[in-house]
């Protein structure tokens, strides 16, 4: 199937009560447009990276109690995982669409990272939209919008990157569920790769 994009119906899935009953709606409903995302944008992504960028799909497997909030489609260098590497991601939270560059805990690119955007700051501080924001904690849907991110915003996030074994940080944009709804795949899929365009150079600081 190609992406026809995310409708109310998707978004809904996030208040379906209990584990079971959420999975089984999520497999149903969203998952099978994330992975025609995935597929769909697999060939740009590889293109603007210089390499080959595996899709992976979020399937929510180490879940056994608490039903997910979120949900998501990742591509990465790996064709055996993503969360070690520094990636892209498109998924949805009940109340907005994001899509953003992440590196979570896992990653040992996270130092790297963070001594590159240290070094390079005023430039990244003026490349990326005011409308971007930050955040590090993949598991929240809250983050701080990149215009009120200031020097010493920027130091606490270096620093803990740095020191702080669980720290990580995903930047990119948020597409609140009404807007997101009123766009087809087409038109999504197009804010989705300018998106990833913008977001390369923090890409190319994890290396």
Known sequence: MSFTGFDAKDFDVFTVPGLEARMDALIENVRPKLEALGAELAPFVSAICGEEMFVHVAKHAR????????????WAAGKRGYKALPHFEVGMFESHVFVIFAIIY???NKTVFAGHLEQQLPEIRKQLPQSFYWSTDHMKPEGT????????????LIRKLKQVKKAEVMCGLRIPREEASRMNGEELSGVIQNTFETLLPLYRLSF
């Open 145 to 156: 919008p990149h215009e009120q991110m200031d020097s010493e915003a920027f130091a606490e």
């Open 106 to 108: 896992e990653s040992p």
């Open 63 to 74: 879940r056994t109690v608490n039903p997910p909030v979120d949900t998501w489609v990742a």
